[in-house]
């Protein structure tokens, strides 16, 4: 529960905690604060009254949901009512004998602004499961790293608007039948078969459609957007935003490669290597250029398109192995030092937390006892789901021969998608190794929409999100000025402090505001809006000053020439 007398200038982020946590072992003065916080005034919790909302009656049951229905208390090991939802199995084509299914469950929303509008989240991989993101992202229970067992998720999306977590392609956690994708291409015309078939079955023709997913996700939105979008079909394929956080939108030299260097340095304490290894490293990308090419090419506005071949690439543009591999030569030698080292979220250190997924961050880890949750026979008899075994990334190929044959999604089918909707948004976590952010901005400022290359201004707006009564020890988030944008030309690019690969795993808060955003319920996120469900919650009344992700802003990458000069003046982003 947030203290709401303490509204401070926000320059930094702000953790929401709840008031009188212990914390009498770090001292007398600590000790002191704490005693003062117990008698601070606070307001009761909001979110109670959303989170016990239900609709006086289901809103989607018909003779064709019936089957698809859940029973909204009888999810295992959730001690609390879900709510309405429908989860099943639907054909990718309208073919009688199509064979091929993709599985998915669907969340209804009461909230009186979701008429007539519906989101679609998808996970990553390739052949990773969108379940990872209903269970410990943005679905209405949450079972995290390391927890006793799901608790309710206070910023669930279905808050906001009704939404679907599908898995997919063919082959993905319980989507079965025969993989025949070996492109986006393939894989968004699977899914607008599956899509028409979603519509057909809850009656939702003409709905606004938003799109959202993560890491590969990259790939998938953007070209299945982009599909629906030359469909012409507003009755089925009425798209209408895009929304993706740390993805996937340009080759992995440049995602991952060439930024590497400068990301370790700029997070030097969580990267403490000895002179030597550092020296090391440091000279190889020299060798290799990849320094030089962040100087050149990561500036605002764009020195020009970047040719190939990429830096440390041999004559016929094959990356050498001595620069591609700096990446993973860092990764073995922190793991020494952290062997607990994860790559999604790189501030992480030991103990080793147990996933009821499988797979909590770089390793694979489930404790004697534990079980996969997915793959239990009742969770299974609880969404109607096939009896195979369930995979939160699959070991199968979702692509025929494991090979994915499209182009990145910057050349064309992302910006198609903004060129189109004016509402997409690019989203970063700081604290992720997977995909760098500053690769993330090396393939935008190398991407033409709007008529122009790139971003022409810094992204050092301060991303501001509301205070607010949401949380409780189970759900923690933060509040306050979390990060740095820009928005140009109907692309937003934001910067989410202290959050690593899955943003709205780690910054549920963060989230919830980009998603009012692509939903336009608010038109601003470096204002001081209230959340749209908390209207009353006071907020700052200090300047929010420049954002706080200055990686992105110098012309290295790095924070030594970091300017602090503010680049638009703007508070309304819409433009």
Same mark, same amino acid.
């Given at each position: ?8 200038s926000?320059?930094t982020?702000?953790?929401?905690v709840?008031?009188?946590?212990d914390?009498?072992?770090a001292g007398?003065l600590h ?17 109670d ?6 609709? !006086? ?9 019936s089957? *698809? ?13 879900v ?5 099943? @199995?639907?054909p $990718?084509?309208?073919?009688?004998n199509?064979?091929?299914?993709? *599985? ?15 989101? $679609?989240w998808?996970?990553g991989?390739? +052949?990773? !499961?969108?379940f990872?993101?209903?269970?410990q ?36 956690? *319980? #989507? ?12 968004a015309k699977?899914f607008?078969?599956?899509?028409r078939n979603f ?7 003409? &709905? ?5 997913? /993560? !890491? &590969? ?15 012409e079909?507003?009755?089925y ?7 993706i956080?740390?993805p996937s939108?340009?080759l992995?030299v440049?995602?991952e490669s060439?930024?590497i260097?400068?990301?370790t /340095? ?5 990267y ?9 490293? =440091?000279?190889?990308d ?8 962040m100087?050149?090419?990561?500036? &605002?506005?764009p020195?020009?398109p970047?040719p ?12 050498l192995? /001595?620069?591609v591999?700096?990446?993973w030569?860092i990764?073995d030698a ?5 062997p607990?080292f994860?790559l999604y979220?790189v ?5 080793l937390l ?7 961050g ?8 534990? !079980?996969v949750?997915?793959?239990r026979?009742?969770v ?5 789901a096939?009896n195979?075994t ?13 090979t994915?044959?499209?182009?990145? @999604?910057?050349i ?5 998608v903004?060129?189109?909707t ?7 976590g700081?604290?992720?190794?997977i995909? %760098? ?5 090396l393939?935008? =400022?190398n991407?033409?929409? +709007? +008529? ?7 992204p050092n707006w ?6 607010n ?12 000025v979390f990060?740095s944008?820009?928005?140009e030309?109907?692309?937003t690019?934001? #910067?989410?402090?202290?959050s690593?690969?899955m ?9 919830y505001?980009?998603l ?9 996120m ?10 009353g919650?006071?907020?700052?009344s200090q300047?929010?000053?420049? +954002?706080?992700?200055?990686q ?7 924070g030594k ?8 003046p703007?508070?309304? %982003?819409?433009?």
């Amino acid at each position: 529960m947030r203290l709401t007398s303490l509204l401070l200038s926000a320059t930094t982020a702000v953790v929401v905690v709840a008031a009188g946590r212990d914390v009498g072992h770090a001292g007398k003065l600590h000790k002191a604060f704490a005693e003062a916080r117990k008698k601070t005034t606070v307001r009761e919790p909001v979110m109670d009254q959303i989170l016990d909302r239900r609709a !006086s009656a289901p809103l989607f049951l018909n003779a064709n949901t019936s089957k *698809f229905a859940v029973n909204g208390t009888g999810i295992p090991d959730v001690n609390f009512d879900v709510g309405e939802s429908y989860a099943g @199995s639907l054909p $990718i084509s309208s073919d009688p004998n199509e064979e091929s299914n993709l *599985f998915w469950w669907f969340f209804p929303s009461t909230n009186p602004d979701a008429k007539k509008e519906i989101l $679609i989240w998808l996970n990553g991989g390739p +052949g990773c !499961s969108s379940f990872e993101g209903l269970l410990q992202e943005n679905g209405p229970f949450l079972w995290q790293y390391g927890t006793f067992k799901p608790v309710h998720n206070p910023w669930s999306w279905n808050t906001l608007t009704n939404v679907v977590w599908v898995e997919q392609p063919v082959g993905t956690g *319980f #989507s079965t039948g025969k993989v025949t994708a070996t492109s986006e291409e393939d894989v968004a015309k699977q899914f607008m078969g599956f899509w028409r078939n979603f519509m057909d079955t809850f009656s939702m023709q003409g &709905y606004k459609v938003y799109i959202a997913g /993560e !890491s &590969y996700a990259g790939l998938y939105c953007p070209y299945i957007a982009s599909a629906f979008l030359n469909a012409e079909d507003t009755t089925y394929y009425n798209m209408s935003g895009l929304l993706i956080y740390d993805p996937s939108i340009t080759l992995d030299v440049v995602s991952e490669s060439i930024p590497i260097l400068a990301f370790t /340095e700029y997070w030097g304490g969580l990267y403490p290597f000895n002179d030597t290894f550092r020296a090391t490293i =440091q000279a190889r990308d020299a060798k290799c250029g990849y320094s030089a090419w962040m100087n050149k090419y990561l500036v &605002y506005p764009p020195s020009g398109p970047q040719p190939l071949p990429f830096p440390g690439s041999d004559e016929n543009g094959i990356p050498l192995e /001595e620069c591609v591999n700096i990446y993973w030569d860092i990764f073995d030698a922190i793991s020494l030092i952290n062997p607990c080292f994860d790559l999604y979220q790189v501030a992480t250190t030991c103990p080793l937390l147990w996933d009821v997924l499988g797979f909590p961050g770089s390793f694979s880890y489930m404790p004697e006892g534990s !079980s996969v949750y997915f793959d239990r026979a009742d969770v299974k008899a609880a969404i109607h789901a096939p009896n195979i075994t369930w995979e939160e990334c699959t070991s199968k190929n979702v692509f025929v021969n494991g090979t994915d044959s499209s182009l990145p @999604s910057h050349i064309k089918a992302l910006p198609h998608v903004i060129d189109k909707t004016q509402n997409v948004q690019i989203v970063h976590g700081a604290l992720d190794m997977i995909l %760098l952010a500053n690769g993330t901005l090396l393939g935008i =400022q190398n991407m033409t929409w +709007g +008529g122009k290359l790139g971003f022409q201004t810094k992204p050092n707006w301060p991303f501001y999100v509301p205070y607010n009564d949401f949380t409780t020890h189970s759900n923690l988030a933060a509040a306050g000025v979390f990060g740095s944008m820009v928005t140009e030309r109907g692309l937003t690019y934001v #910067s989410v402090d202290l959050s690593g690969h899955m943003v709205p795993q780690y910054a549920p808060s963060a989230a919830y505001r980009q998603l009012e955003f692509l939903l336009g319920r608010v038109d601003c996120m470096n204002c001081t809006t209230p959340f749209t469900v908390d209207k009353g919650a006071p907020q700052s009344s200090q300047p929010l000053g420049l +954002g706080t992700a200055p990686q992105a802003w110098s012309e290295a990458g790095g924070g030594k020439n970091c300017s602090r000069k503010r680049s638009a003046p703007g508070r309304k %982003l819409r433009k």
